[in-house]
């Protein structure tokens, strides 16, 4: 790990990453093991495991880690992710990804918001957050990220856990390296804490994560 963690204090990211190296390192398989990113806060994960990283576009880690994979077939390929990334301008990538089953396993860390730029209102942002761009709240219902990978892909390993749940959390992923093994696509979305963007302090960034895991039901897809 780096002892110069980039991330805010209280941030999801290093629980996700950390439950990932560890499955890795019991399995001797973090030296062939490449994590790519995008760009979001997941970006500040580039030198946070002793794995190898790879740079990609905002919303384009999907299939850059799909063609990582076709040309090291015997590597594990992570897609690491933010929600916007994920389902706003990197939605058609990764339903296409989804929809061709290919091989890697996509980690989509959901934080509810555009956390990097400043808290912007995202996909995933729940009705009536209030969030830099909803001042008064979200007018909008948020998508089912999961749900429309399911509807493309009957094979994949479909899944969602949260940060203050860590046995399911390395469980489910877990289960989605074994699905890239066996050459299927796999996904696992990630509720995470952004104190920095809800502005919540202390228990109260417990208690909004609570409010995002009765929108966004955890499980199995
Ligand atoms: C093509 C492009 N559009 C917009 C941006 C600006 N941008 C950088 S990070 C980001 C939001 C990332 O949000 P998310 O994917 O949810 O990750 P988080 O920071 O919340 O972890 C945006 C819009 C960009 N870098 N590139
Ligand atoms: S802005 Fe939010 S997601 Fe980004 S590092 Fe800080 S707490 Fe983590
Ligand atoms: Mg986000």
Redesign the pocket.
């Known amino acids: 790990m780096s002892k110069d963690a980039k991330f805010c204090m209280g941030c999801g990211?290093p629980i996700v990453l950390q439950t990932l190296y560890k499955i890795l390192k019991n399995n001797n398989e973090e030296q062939k093991s490449v994590l790519g990113l995008?760009?979001?806060?997941?970006l500040l994960a580039w030198d946070f495991l002793q794995v190898n990283t790879f740079q990609t576009?905002?919303?384009r880690v999907t299939p850059t880690m799909v063609g990582f994979k076709r040309a090291k077939p015997d590597s594990l390929s992570f897609a690491y992710?933010?929600?916007?990334?994920?389902y706003s301008?990197g939605l058609q990538s990764l339903l296409w990804a989804a929809k061709r089953n290919d091989p890697v396993t996509v980690i989509v860390?959901n934080?509810s918001?555009?956390?990097?730029?400043g808290g912007?209102t995202?996909p995933t942002t729940m009705k009536d957050q209030i969030t830099l761009t909803a001042p008064v709240g979200n007018s909008e219902e948020p998508i089912d990220g999961l749900a429309l990978v399911r509807a493309v892909n009957k094979k994949a390993f479909v899944a969602r856990s949260s940060v203050n749940n860590p046995k399911q959390l390395q469980e489910y992923l877990q289960k989605a390296i074994e699905s890239q093994k066996q050459g299927n696509f796999s996904i696992v979305e990630v509720l995470s804490y952004?104190p920095t963007?809800w502005k919540t302090f202390g228990v109260e960034t417990n208690n909004f994560l609570e409010e995002l895991k009765k929108v966004f039901v955890i499980g199995e897809y």
Do not use: K, R
Request: aromatic share 4%; with cysteine; proline share 0%.
């Open positions: 990211h995008d760009i979001g806060c997941s576009h905002h919303g992710t933010g929600d916007g990334g994920a301008i860390v934080n918001v555009y956390a990097m730029t912007q995202a952004c963007s």
